[in-house]
């Protein structure tokens, strides 16, 4: 039987954006606990620049892509939870999902919601259940409780928007900076009890002052480099320091003796798929992430649409800071 063709978006070195061309490959049949999955849309995320650029080396030539969504037309041997027709969504490794069709593991597959648009499920799996673990399952000491202020950086990016709106619904304080104006006026209307420009403002100085002196029982920062040190001065005593991305450039090494002067402060390092490493657990966390949003309480703000084929324009936009929300490539 011949496998149908599909396009795929691939790099043969890692670089730019101009790294990225389309190829046409055979998608091929779903072996052993996998599914082919062909896409109405696919998720634009942060770390398809790190693959790309090299900073998350991997092997070449590489695929690109960690989130999609669109209907299962094959499943492999052993796989219960899908079927033909099924609508689906995933965030998965390995990367791979820019492109119109794929063979891929069904472990981080999840049927999608009738209620749940193709475009919002491939903006929201990768994004939606990075927000669910970082405000369910990285907590403080103490535990969070509705009234406790947390900051989030980037707060009107794909990640920042559902966690604002996520935030505010579990009745946490979220202190949400954002890089112009109108994007910080886009996270106080989606949830973010206070907001700062930190192009404009010192963060740092902002948040002591909102928190009356106190600082913040989590500091949630994807920014990297630009915000470490002043993120740790945010911190209440005790306080966690939860690292998940590097937009604008990896940490530099620390010495642990500035834990303790900052106030015996912890420090973590998160990746989603240290926290959906099983079927049970991806699909206990896809759920809570497809209530809320069934609910009406987090809203897929998909902000940016583009072809496939304009996947270097993608690129562009995201790292050059343009663009709010989520980004969808449409093949
Ligand atoms: P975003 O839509 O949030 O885009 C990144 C945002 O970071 C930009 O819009 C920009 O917002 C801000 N930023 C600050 N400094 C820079 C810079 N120098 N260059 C580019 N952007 C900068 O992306 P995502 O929603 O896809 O991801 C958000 C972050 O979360 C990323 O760092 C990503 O890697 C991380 N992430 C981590 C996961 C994990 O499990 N570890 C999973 C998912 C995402 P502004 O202009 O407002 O500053």
Same mark, same amino acid.
């Given at each position: 039987?011949?496998s149908p063709?599909?396009?795929?978006v691939?790099i043969d070195?890692p670089?730019g954006?101009?790294?990225?061309?389309?190829?046409?490959?055979p998608? &091929?049949?779903?072996?052993p606990?996998e599914?082919?999955i062909r896409?109405?849309?696919?998720g634009l995320?942060?770390?398809d620049?790190y693959?790309r650029? &090299?900073l998350?080396?991997?092997?070449?030539?590489?695929?690109?892509g960690?989130e999609?969504?669109?209907v299962?037309?094959?499943?492999?041997?052993?796989v219960?939870?899908l079927r =033909?027709?099924d609508r689906?969504?995933?965030?998965s490794q390995?990367?791979?999902?820019?492109?119109?069709?794929?063979?891929?593991p069904a472990?981080?597959?999840?049927?999608?919601?009738?209620a749940?648009?193709f475009?919002e &499920?491939?903006?929201m799996m990768l994004? $939606?259940?990075?927000?669910q673990?970082l @405000?369910?399952?990285?907590?403080?000491?103490?535990? *969070?409780?509705?009234?406790?202020f =947390?900051l989030?950086?980037?707060?009107?990016? $794909?990640?920042? @928007?559902?966690a604002?709106q996520w935030?505010r619904?579990?009745?946490l304080?979220l202190i949400g900076?954002?890089?112009s104006d109108?994007?910080?006026? *886009?996270a106080?209307?989606?949830?973010?009890?206070?907001v700062?420009n930190?192009?404009?403002e010192?963060f740092?100085?902002?948040?002591?002052?909102?928190?009356?002196?106190? $600082? =913040?029982?989590v500091?949630?920062?994807?920014v990297?480099?630009d915000?470490w040190?002043a993120?740790l001065?945010?911190l209440?005593?005790? $306080?966690?320091?939860?690292?998940?991305?590097n937009?604008? &450039?990896p940490?530099?090494?620390?010495?642990?003796?500035?834990l303790?002067?900052k106030?015996?402060i912890?420090?973590t390092r998160?990746?989603?798929?240290s926290?959906?490493?099983s079927?049970e657990?991806?699909?206990a966390m896809a759920?809570?992430?497809?209530?809320? =949003?069934a609910?009406?309480?987090?809203?897929?703000?998909?902000a940016q649409?583009y072809p496939l084929e304009?996947v270097?324009?993608?690129?562009?936009? *995201?790292e050059a800071?343009?663009t709010?929300g989520s980004t969808?490539?449409?093949?």
């Amino acid at each position: 039987m011949n496998s149908p063709m599909t396009r795929a978006v691939q790099i043969d070195q890692p670089g730019g954006p101009e790294q990225m061309r389309i190829v046409q490959v055979p998608v &091929g049949e779903p072996g052993p606990g996998e599914v082919r999955i062909r896409h109405h849309a696919i998720g634009l995320n942060f770390i398809d620049v790190y693959q790309r650029s &090299g900073l998350y080396p991997l092997p070449m030539p590489l695929r690109l892509g960690m989130e999609g969504a669109g209907v299962i037309e094959a499943v492999g041997e052993g796989v219960s939870h899908l079927r =033909v027709g099924d609508r689906a969504a995933y965030a998965s490794q390995p990367p791979g999902s820019y492109c119109d069709a794929r063979v891929m593991p069904a472990m981080n597959v999840c049927r999608l919601p009738d209620a749940i648009a193709f475009e919002e &499920g491939a903006a929201m799996m990768l994004k $939606g259940l990075t927000a669910q673990y970082l @405000l369910k399952h990285c907590k403080p000491v103490e535990g *969070l409780q509705p009234g406790d202020f =947390v900051l989030f950086h980037a707060a009107a990016g $794909g990640v920042g @928007l559902i966690a604002c709106q996520w935030a505010r619904a579990l009745g946490l304080q979220l202190i949400g900076t954002a890089g112009s104006d109108e994007k910080c006026e *886009l996270a106080r209307a989606n949830g973010a009890a206070h907001v700062i420009n930190y192009r404009t403002e010192d963060f740092a100085a902002r948040v002591k002052a909102i928190t009356g002196g106190k $600082g =913040v029982k989590v500091v949630y920062d994807s920014v990297g480099k630009d915000t470490w040190d002043a993120s740790l001065d945010c911190l209440a005593p005790f $306080g966690l320091m939860v690292t998940f991305g590097n937009a604008s &450039g990896p940490v530099p090494p620390f010495a642990p003796a500035v834990l303790a002067a900052k106030g015996s402060i912890y420090v973590t390092r998160q990746t989603l798929f240290s926290h959906i490493t099983s079927r049970e657990r991806t699909q206990a966390m896809a759920d809570d992430l497809f209530a809320v =949003v069934a609910s009406g309480q987090v809203k897929i703000h998909v902000a940016q649409r583009y072809p496939l084929e304009q996947v270097q324009a993608a690129h562009r936009s *995201l790292e050059a800071r343009q663009t709010i929300g989520s980004t969808v490539l449409i093949p």
